[in-house]
């Protein structure tokens, strides 16, 4: 059992920055691939970044890509989400997730364990 909760959400404005940060309750966080997910109002939930256990492989999401950047401390039990250049339709409820499947994996049902998610408002 894995128990994740996520911070540093909050409201920005256009072209600010936030860091996200997850924390993984459990001894093998290291073994677990972790993904940032997001989904706003009326929408399904979409993927974002996910990096693997060691922290080798990354993967965005087209209309991230080059804004956004994960990272984790296996020492911390702890995965991160900087973001960069926020724009309007960054807004949305960003989750973290984790899933012992190795390598990397950008569908929501792919994933066992989720926090409560944190509220990310950019506005123009």
């Known amino acids: 059992q894995v128990q994740l909760v996520e911070s540093g959400g909050g409201l920005v404005q256009l072209g600010g920055s936030l860091r996200l940060s997850c924390a993984a309750s459990?001894?093998?966080?290291?073994?677990?691939?972790m993904g940032w997910f997001r989904q706003a109002p009326g929408k399904e939930r979409e993927f974002v970044a996910v990096?693997?256990?060691?922290?080798?492989?990354?993967y965005y999401a087209d209309s991230v890509k080059g804004r956004f950047t994960i990272s984790r401390d296996n020492a911390k039990n702890t995965v991160y989400l900087q973001m960069n250049n926020l724009k309007p339709e960054d807004t949305a409820v960003y989750y973290c997730?984790?899933?012992?499947?190795?390598?990397?994996?950008?569908?929501?049902?792919?994933?066992?364990?989720w926090g409560q998610g944190t509220q990310v408002t950019v506005s123009s």
């Open positions: 990096i693997n256990g060691s922290g080798g492989r990354t």
């Open positions: 997730a984790a899933t012992q499947y190795g390598g990397v994996w950008y569908n929501p049902p792919d994933y066992k364990y």
């Open positions: 459990g001894r093998t966080f290291s073994s677990y691939t």
